[in-house]
C-alpha cells in the first residue's frame, strides 16, 4: 500500500462468534477512532465496515464479504489500512507512521539522528532517535518543539544526559 495515501491501522487478532465477524488490535489512537472508517482495506482492497462495536481495547467488526467463522479465520494475521484522507484529523495532527525516519535536529539545527520508533509506554510517548547514539526523547513539549511532518523534521531540545 503506498504510504503516502494509507496508514497501517490495525490487525485482525481473531474471529469473534460465528457469524463472521473480527477482532481487531487497532494500531491508531483507539478502537473508537478506527470504528469512524466505513472503508477499510484489506490485502489492498477495500472492505465496507458493515458494524462495529468496542469491547476490551479491540473493535469487533463485520467486514462485507465476510459472512461465516470460516471466511474470518481465513483473514487472522492480516493487517488492515484505512486512508489517510478518511481520516479528518484535527489541524496540527500526524499519524506517528507519517514521522518515522524523520530527521531530528536540535533548536540549534545540530543534526541528533533519525526518527526510528516511537513508544506508548504509560506515562507519554518517547521517540527512539539513532544517530551516533540512541536517544530516548519523551514527547512532551519541553523536548519537542516541532514536528513537521511534511519535510520530515523533527525539533528537539536536549538536556545533558540524554
Not at 21 to 36: A, C, G, H, M, T
Not at 69 to 86: E, F, P, Q, S, Y
Request: with cysteine; proline share 6%; charged share 25%.
Amino acid at each position: 500500500m503506498d504510504k503516502a495515501k494509507y496508514v497501517e491501522a490495525g490487525e485482525i487478532v481473531n474471529t469473534h462468534g460465528v457469524r463472521g465477524e473480527v477482532k481487531i488490535l487497532p494500531w491508531v489512537d483507539s478502537p473508537e477512532f478506527l470504528q469512524k472508517f466505513k472503508t477499510l482495506y484489506l490485502d489492498g482492497a477495500p472492505r465496507r465496515l458493515l458494524r462495529s462495536y468496542v469491547h476490551k481495547g479491540c473493535l469487533i467488526a463485520a467486514l462485507e464479504g465476510v459472512a461465516d467463522v470460516n471466511t474470518a479465520m481465513t483473514l487472522k494475521g492480516k493487517r488492515l489500512w484505512i486512508a489517510k484522507a478518511d481520516a479528518h484529523l484535527p489541524p496540527g495532527s500526524f499519524f506517528l507512521a507519517d514521522i518515522l525516519g524523520a530527521a531530528v535536529v536540535t533548536e540549534d539545527g545540530a543534526p541528533v539522528g533519525t526518527l526510528e520508533d516511537v513508544l506508548d509506554l504509560p506515562g507519554n510517548r518517547v521517540y527512539v532517535v539513532r544517530g551516533e547514539t540512541e536517544h530516548l526523547i519523551p514527547a512532551v513539549p519541553e523536548f519537542i518543539l516541532n514536528t513537521d511532518p511534511v519535510h520530515g523534521v523533527v525539533t528537539v531540545r536536549l538536556i545533558d544526559g540524554m
